[in-house]
């Protein structure tokens, strides 16, 4: 053994021999190792003493290498026993909370899997709801230009007859109905534009969420995917390595019931979106159909007044035209009248020159002659009778010609006023009624 050795080994732990089971070397060897003393000392070995041991110290040298020896066995023995059981501990437990880890896994994906599916359902259901709303929407938007056409109608129509003429210039029961068509057509026009404002909102409000719906599904999809994956990962994968910051939860996670609240918050506003939906559809039909009733309700009141007032007004150019013909005929009686008059008035003449003329001649008999006798009374009377008589027919003349006159006057009267009532129903019935024939149906009125 080699020197170097004896003096790394004489240092022993006399604690760690007491402990091991091991004897202690002698008590004066080991005091004669600590004190330096030697049996073999003295002169003779004076030149020899650097290089040599006495027993004594091989002795405690070899009793220390032992121990030692037995120590690291002993110490090694141990751990080997704990490693051991560290090893079936761990290994249990790492095959347990990977068991686990994987159940929740499974459970996750369940979890992801029905919140996906709820997602997915209720967009769906908003791409359905939506449709029908662009659907309304068109319905709103033909409807609304529909009633273009009835405005048009009624408009026309009251600046038609603003060019009838005389006293058939009047507001009568067409005007006013024509008056109420027209405010009828701008209220439901406010009406549907405003409708239609609440479906154009409506169906944004729809489609942001189907946007967040989608967002979450998407983002669900991916999740349930890694999550598949991670749950397919075994002791046996190979693509498998290692992420040491991995198990450090970062600051933006959120807990389970922060989760499931977010998805739920989703589907809510989905729902009410949904809600809102088909009760602005309702109301859209209902908008539609009651509009469209009323309009045609309106159309047919201002028809039937326009077929009155054409009745009436072929009613009262019967009458006047009635009235003129019977004008016509008296005028033509009375002409006849006043020629007669005339002549009757001429026929007189004669008889008042040869009644006068003998008056005249009589005059002129000489001095007792001249005296009324009863041809001078006789003469007398037929000038005066006949002079009366013709006064009389001057005075039904004049009253003749004065009757011609105002015949004459009612006949202008009367044809103006048929001039009037024919100009009145062209308007009515030949102008804006064949217009009104172009009035929408129900069916086109209710967006269809």
Known sequence: MSSEVLVARHNFDSRSVAQAGEPFPPPDAEA?????????SGLATAGYRSSKYS?????????????????????????????????????????????????????????IHFWKSELQRHIEKLVAETDLLLGQKRRLLKALDATEIPFAIAT??????????????????VEEELLKEVELIRSIQALLKRTLSQAVNQIKCNRDAKQTLELDWSDKYQAYSLDDQCGRYNNMSTDTQYHPNSENLQDQLCNRDAWVSFTQDNLSVAQREEQASVELRLLVERVLQETAEDLRVQCSNVDQAFSQRCLQLTEAKTQLQLHLTQILDQIGAQERNIVSLQQALYDKEAPLRVAQSRLHQRSHRPHMELCRDNPQFSLVGEAGQISQTMSSLQQQLSAARSSLSHLEESRMVLEKDIGCKTHSLLIDRDKCMSHRTRYPTIIALSGY
């Open 32 to 40: 004669t190792f600590k004190e330096g003393f030697y049996p073999s």
């Open 156 to 173: 026309d129509n009251l600046t038609c007859r603003e060019r009838r003429l005389g006293p058939d210039l009047v507001k009568d029961g």
């Open 55 to 111: 027993p004594e110290e091989w002795h405690i040298n070899n009793f220390s290498t032992l121990h030692q020896a037995a120590t690291d066995r002993n110490n090694a023995e141990r751990i080997c026993h704990e490693s051991k059981t560290l090893y079936q501990e761990t290994e249990a437990g790492t095959l347990r909370t990977q068991a686990e880890g994987t159940r929740h896994l499974g459970e996750r994906l369940q979890h």
